[in-house]
């Protein structure tokens, strides 16, 4: 098997600065672009696990650019070209220090709450009654702040993210436009290619007043995804539904006792287990995009394969 690549420690030309974060490794260079280097390392309930995946880095980072390119006219986003099969290079901007979740779906995390009473979530009231994994009447939009590196991300209101000074008013409204926007056509994507585009989360930015979508978007890690066939029988008796999205990653960590609480330990990754979570993203990638997925540096040094196409970029820009 392909070898992970989980950390990369670049000095790049004009390199001013470089973020960590919990998949993806930002330069910022000459404090104008930044480049991404999707890594594999992979992360549930906010822990980095301690095995990479292989190839999902370049999955990630090639769906994420496809859908980019896909929703370029619905919202104005930061890439700018795709130097290597695993980076981005985009326009550094400014991020609001919230994430824009919306959902369609009563699932996950707020299927678990939901379950346990709750009936409001960031400020957003969900009717008595429903069942798991069936659809609000209108996808509802359910913000998180976006937390510092080892914290949790929490569920916030617009209230409140108006009340601290998170967003002004008038940029708030233009997120939510653009998130529902956004979402709309990541539906209209997924259906045709029979699949249900469950909930997602959008990150965004702004430099010089004009707001962009930055970071990924649509991939497995930031989203979910039902198969549509046979979506309404296994709705109607109570069936887990079959779906592409790291939440299998999560309920496998569960029931190995992992939520990511304090004391509690990362069950083993065996190879199995590694190699059963890359074919799924895999999986993932061929079926949204009717393509086949090519693993990319088979048999190369993916850190000095990277290094050569992102100095080559910087370089000529």
Same mark, same amino acid.
């Given at each position: 098997?392909?070898?992970?690549?989980?950390?990369?420690?670049?000095?790049?030309?004009?390199?001013?600065?470089?973020?960590?974060?919990?998949?993806?490794?930002?330069?910022?260079?000459?404090?104008?672009?930044?480049?991404?280097?999707?890594?594999?390392?992979?992360?549930?309930?906010?822990?980095?696990?301690?095995?990479?995946?292989?190839?999902?880095?370049?999955?990630?980072?090639?769906?994420?650019?496809?859908?980019?390119?896909?929703?370029?006219?619905?919202?104005?986003?930061?890439?700018?070209?795709?130097?290597?099969?695993?980076?981005?290079?985009?326009?550094?901007?400014?991020?609001?220090?919230?994430?824009?979740?919306?959902?369609?779906?009563?699932?996950?995390?707020?299927?678990?709450?939901?379950?346990?009473?709750?009936?409001?979530?960031?400020?957003?009231?969900?009717?008595?009654?429903?069942?798991?994994?069936?659809?609000?009447?209108?996808?509802?939009?359910?913000?998180?702040?976006?937390?510092?590196?080892?914290?949790?991300? *929490?569920?916030?209101?617009? !209230?409140?993210?108006?009340? @601290?000074? #998170?967003?002004? %008013?008038?940029?708030? &409204?233009? +997120?939510?436009?653009?998130?529902?926007?956004?979402?709309?056509?990541?539906?209209?994507?997924?259906?045709?290619?029979?699949?249900?585009?469950?909930?997602?989360?959008?990150?965004?930015?702004?430099?010089?007043?004009?707001?962009?979508?930055?970071?990924?978007?649509?991939?497995?890690?930031?989203?979910?995804?039902?198969?549509?066939?046979?979506? *309404?029988?296994?709705?109607? !008796?109570?069936?887990?539904? @079959?779906? #592409?999205?790291? %939440?299998?990653?999560? &309920?496998? +960590?569960?029931?190995?006792?992992?939520?990511?609480?304090?004391?509690?330990?990362?069950?083993?990754?065996?190879?199995?287990?590694?190699?059963?979570?890359?074919?799924?993203?895999?999986?993932?990638?061929?079926?949204?995009?009717?393509?086949?997925?090519?693993?990319?540096?088979?048999?190369?040094?993916?850190?000095?394969?990277?290094?050569?196409?992102?100095?080559?970029?910087?370089?000529?820009?």
């Amino acid at each position: 098997m392909k070898k992970a690549l989980v950390k990369t420690d670049y000095c790049f030309p004009g390199q001013e600065s470089v973020y960590h974060g919990k998949v993806r490794d930002v330069y910022n260079i000459r404090g104008e672009i930044l480049i991404m280097v999707a890594t594999d390392r992979i992360s549930a309930f906010d822990v980095v696990l301690p095995e990479g995946i292989p190839c999902k880095g370049q999955m990630l980072n090639q769906l994420a650019a496809k859908f980019l390119d896909a929703t370029a006219d619905v919202c104005p986003n930061w890439k700018l070209a795709v130097p290597d099969p695993m980076v981005t290079a985009g326009v550094r901007c400014e991020g609001y220090p919230v994430e824009m979740i919306v959902r369609g779906y009563l699932c996950g995390s707020a299927w678990r709450a939901y379950r346990s009473g709750v009936r409001e979530i960031c400020g957003v009231k969900i009717p008595e009654g429903m069942r798991e994994n069936e659809p609000f009447r209108e996808p509802v939009v359910t913000p998180t702040t976006k937390a510092a590196q080892g914290a949790h991300d *929490e569920d916030i209101s617009r !209230g409140e993210i108006l009340r @601290r000074g #998170l967003v002004s %008013e008038a940029d708030y &409204e233009v +997120l939510e436009k653009y998130t529902l926007a956004l979402f709309r056509r990541g539906t209209e994507i997924a259906a045709r290619r029979g699949l249900i585009l469950v909930d997602t989360k959008y990150e965004f930015g702004h430099r010089e007043g004009k707001i962009f979508l930055i970071d990924e978007i649509h991939t497995p890690d930031s989203s979910r995804y039902f198969y549509r066939e046979g979506y *309404e029988q296994r709705l109607a !008796g109570g069936e887990p539904q @079959r779906q #592409l999205s790291k %939440e299998f990653v999560r &309920e496998w +960590l569960m029931s190995n006792g992992f939520q990511g609480l304090a004391g509690q330990r990362v069950p083993e990754m065996t190879p199995e287990i590694v190699d059963g979570i890359s074919n799924r993203y895999v999986e993932l990638y061929e079926q949204i995009t009717g393509e086949a997925f090519v693993r990319s540096g088979e048999e190369e040094d993916l850190l000095s394969r990277i290094e050569k196409n992102v100095v080559h970029y910087i370089n000529n820009h």
